[in-house]
């Protein structure tokens, strides 16, 4: 039977059909994501909620001459089927396929690339002030979830959009989670604006409006029955936090007041945000108004598939699954655990034994690995939401009280705390340990979510010790050590599985800036070579070895552990001793470890020349698996051994090509 979907390819397609028909090519893109992501993962909770909402955004507006801007940009897959990718579609988050987030190099329909909570309000309201410069009239959208209201960045934008332009339309997908369950008091808020009949705003104009339409009063009539009914369903499922309300008082934190129009926004809703036919003429409402306005619309994450439903943080963002149960593929036997998990299990016992440690996450208690903690210690452990920026000076606020906080933030996004971390947390020379997790690629995901930078961004900063483990029992070293350090203390170490050795039941305390050394010199009178392997690219440097061991070089391997501070010593001996250094690292080489070395070596005259194996000065595109980048990019033990031998003058077909890149 043919479906709607085959015939649509592009927003114009959505705008020739009936409201029935409509509703029909819903289900067929809801069976769409569901069937595709079964193989790929991905974010099929967040997309399963936003399908009718895409499909009257593409109903009423016109990209791209209009502007969508989605905030992460995680929920554009309906989007992208609906502007010219579905074809492609299957193949999302694989290699050479669409990337998971709106790509401005992608699509015409993409005019606002992101990855990172928090950025839609500020870019659309960018847009929106130079339409008004200009003295265009297209219109510019910004969906925002309710999550991204825990994130500052979004309050600093919504403070500027009354004064700052009289045409934007906000569009709040609320379905109150954000990975986990939305948190703080902006998500009871947001409760009390739903529940309380008292802020329901359908307004005057917007019933006048209605009423205007052909069968005005009919869709009047049923926009208020429909969204009576999603209020009852979403009661019955228990999907809302209760308790904590409080009564009106006019102000401030018992608000009785409606945020944004306090802000100088109108408020429209809340509406149901699968009622297609009450979507469409909200839309079109907003599109007449002269005035900034938020549209609250209430989707439900996983809408169509009853295990994205009843497990909504699984299914945010997922990997493979069984299409019948949602059940995901089981893991093989003798999987090593994850390096998340390691960490988390580490915390709890760290916790334990020591009164002063507290985990906090920005909105990542899976991500992170610290809803261990939540589970076994829930007083230990702060969850503040998207807030990266505030959850380090938060920790560093914990630390001057004599506290040692665990800030367990991934690489990349940390680097929006990057003020924090100088001025609140090194400038005071203050104990907090920094986890950085996925600090190596996020192979699926690509650019905006790859940790590659944090070395770089780091080592510049006065009072910082910078670790990297090369397996899941160092890490628990390393955390043992931080805990030791009345400084700032930062353990990168990768996404996914560990190494797969054991873990001793004493982690070892380890010399602050001391390396590790592997294999040494067999000083048998062959060429000497010695790989300095940091953190997962030890494993590398080792198997490289072997092979150029058995190619007649004499090996040395070393385990770096710090990247601050280095480790000169060691550095130096070897230095002298080679010759022909290589460093490897799961980082870009500009500014990396591998540039700590060479500065070392200007400093102290050694002159023996280092390759160096690392991420080129570009952004790395996403792609099915991390070793299809390390090979397309060289980090393999093909392109070291064949760099080793061109230094040696011996040169292998395939050297100069990987050198290019590498
Ligand atoms: C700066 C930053 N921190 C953390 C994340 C991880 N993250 C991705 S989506 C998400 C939750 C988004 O929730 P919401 O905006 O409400 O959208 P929903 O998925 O519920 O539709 C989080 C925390 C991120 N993308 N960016």
């Not at 669409?98 to 190099?105: D, H, K």
């Not at 655990?337 to 299990?345: I, S």
Request: glycine share 10%; charged share 20%; hydrophobic share 40%.
């Amino acid at each position: 039977m043919s479906r709607y979907l085959d015939m649509v390819d592009g927003p114009e397609h959505v705008k020739k059909l009936t409201l029935p028909q409509l509703q029909e090519l819903a289900a067929e893109i809801r069976q769409e994501l569901i069937a595709g992501l079964a193989k790929s993962g991905g974010h099929l909770g967040p997309n399963l909620g936003v399908v009718e909402l895409t499909l009257a955004l593409h109903r009423v507006f016109n990209t791209p001459r209009d502007k969508f801007v989605w905030d992460v940009s995680h929920q554009v897959y309906v989007h992208k089927i609906l502007t010219g990718r579905k074809n492609r579609f299957p193949a999302i988050r694989q290699t050479g396929g669409p990337n998971g987030f709106a790509l401005r190099t992608e699509s015409e329909h993409d005019c606002y690339g992101a990855g990172h909570a928090g950025t839609a309000l500020s870019a659309a309201l960018g847009m929106a002030a130079a339409r008004d410069k200009k003295g265009t009239d297209e219109n510019v959208v910004c969906i925002f979830g309710d999550a991204a209201l825990t994130n500052g960045i979004s309050y600093e934008a919504l403070n500027n959009i009354g004064h700052t332009t009289k045409r934007f339309i906000g569009i709040l997908n609320d379905n109150e989670w954000s990975i986990a369950k939305n948190v703080g008091a902006i998500s009871s808020y947001l409760n009390k604006l739903i529940t309380n009949p008292h802020y329901n705003k359908l307004s005057r104009d917007f019933q006048n409006f209605l009423r205007r339409l052909p069968k005005g009063e009919l869709a009047l009539k049923l926009a208020h029955k429909a969204e009576e009914g999603f209020k009852g369903a979403i009661t019955d499922v228990g999907l809302r936090q209760t308790g904590s309300q409080v009564d009106a008082d006019g102000r401030g934190g018992y608000g009785s007041s409606i945020i944004f129009e306090e802000m100088g926004l109108r408020y429209l809703g809340p509406i149901n945000g699968h009622d297609l036919p009450l979507l469409i003429s909200t839309m079109e409402f907003a599109r007449t108004c002269d005035h900034p306005i938020v549209i609250h619309v209430l989707t439900q994450k996983g809408k169509g598939f009853e295990a994205a439903i009843k497990f909504p943080e699984k299914f945010h963002g997922t990997g493979p699954y069984d299409m019948k149960t949602g059940d995901s593929l089981p893991a093989k036997v003798g999987t090593p655990p994850m390096y998340q998990d390691v960490m988390g299990q580490t915390l709890v016992k760290l916790c334990q034994k020591n009164n002063t440690l507290v985990g906090i996450t920005a909105a990542m208690p899976s991500g992170t690995g610290l809803k261990h903690l939540e589970k076994a210690m829930p007083d230990r452990y702060y969850d503040v939401g998207i807030a990266e920026e505030h959850a380090v000076i938060f920790a560093a606020g914990m630390a001057t009280m004599g506290f040692h906080p665990v800030c367990a933030i991934y690489s990349s996004f940390l680097q929006r705390a990057y003020d924090c971390i100088h001025h609140d947390v090194c400038l005071q020379n203050l104990p907090v340990i920094f986890c950085m997790d996925r600090a190596g690629l996020s192979a699926n995901d690509g650019p905006t979510h790859h940790g590659l930078f944090d070395i770089a961004y780091l080592r510049c900063l006065p009072n910082v010790i910078a670790m990297a483990p090369k397996d899941e029992d160092e890490l628990v070293d390393m955390m043992f050590t931080a805990t030791h350090q009345n400084h700032p203390t930062f353990i990168r170490y990768p996404r996914g599985v560990a190494e797969g050795v054991p873990i001793k039941d004493q982690p070892e305390l380890l010399e602050i800036g001391k390396a590790e050394i592997i294999r040494n010199f067999s000083s048998n009178g062959k060429r000497k070579v010695a790989l300095f392997g940091l953190g997962p690219l030890n494993t590398l440097a080792r198997q490289a070895a072997e092979q150029l061991a058995a190619e007649g070089f004499d090996c040395a391997v070393i385990n770096p552990r710090f990247t601050k501070p280095l480790d000169a010593g060691t550095h130096e001996f070897f230095g002298h001793a080679a010759e022909v250094v290589v460093t490897l690292e799961d980082h870009v080489l500009m500014g990396g470890y591998g540039s700590t070395v060479l500065e070392l070596f200007s400093e102290k005259n050694v002159t023996t020349p280092v390759v160096r194996i690392g991420w080129p000065d570009q952004f790395i595109e996403h792609a099915t698996t991390q070793d299809e980048l390390r090979r397309k990019y060289g980090l393999t033990v093909e392109n070291t051994v064949a760099k080793v031998k061109a230094q040696f003058g011996e040169t292998v077909a395939t050297t100069a090509k990987l050198i290019e890149v590498a």
